[in-house]
Structure formats: C-alpha cells, structure tokens
Nanobody, 120 residues
Framework: QVQLVESGGGLVQAGESLRLSCTASGSIFRIISMAWYRQGPGKQRELVASINAGGGIEYVESVKGRFTISRENAKNTVYLQMTSLKPEDTAVYSC??????????????WGQGTQVTVSS
C-alpha cells in the first residue's frame, strides 16, 4: 500500500502565497508521475499541475506564471508553490500519485485533500 499525505493549505488574502507539500510513503517501487488537482465550490475537479518521472511539467492555463510544481525525489515529495493567489483559486487541493508498487503493477493514489481559501 501507498499513502499520500498533504500539508500546507490555509486561509490567505488575495495576492499572497502558499506552498503545498505531498509526500508518498509505503510500498513504492517507482513513481511515474505526481500531480495536484483541485475542486472548487460547485466546480468539477481539474488538474492544476503535474510532473512526471522525466521532469515533464504541465499546468492548467489559469495558473501558468503563478504556480510552480517541483519535486524532491529522495523524499518522494512534490510541492506546489502558489503565488499571486486569487479568490478563484479557492478549492480543495488533492495530490495524486501514479505509482508502481512492483515492476509490473501500478495504480493511482490520492491524498486526503487540503483546503486553500483565498479571500478578496
């Protein structure tokens, strides 16, 4: 089994910054990719940013230039640095890991989610 634990959410004012962290632990053979998703009030869940094993990075258009995803491989940890936060960034942010537990078996794992609230 693999567990993902997130931290770093909170309440901030518009224009401020937050950094989210997500650490994977357990039976990890290899991490394929890690990503951050979010689901705002009354909205569908959306992919915010992802980073794969080769270092390839993708962002949703609305956060480009404001959010930065990075990883620390030795700690199986991914970060999401969020700057210039806007009220529309308010959401529950969840970490996703696509992880091989054995050389031939992989699956998606999810963290418990962390609330980010941006006041205007």
């Amino acid at each position: 089994q693999v567990q993902l634990v997130e931290s770093g959410g909170g309440l901030v004012q518009a224009g401020e910054s937050l950094r989210l962290s997500c650490t994977a632990s357990g039976s990890i053979f290899r991490i394929i990719s890690m990503a951050w998703y979010r689901q705002g009030p009354g909205k569908q869940r959306e992919l915010v940013a992802s980073i794969n094993a080769g270092g390839g990075i993708e962002y949703v258009e609305s956060v480009k230039g404001r959010f930065t995803i990075s990883r620390e491989n030795a700690k199986n940890t991914v970060y999401l640095q969020m700057t210039s936060l806007k009220p529309e960034d308010t959401a529950v942010y969840s970490c996703n890991g696509r992880i091989y537990e054995t050389p031939s078996t992989w699956r998606d794992y999810w963290g418990q989610g962390t609330q980010v609230t941006v006041s205007s």
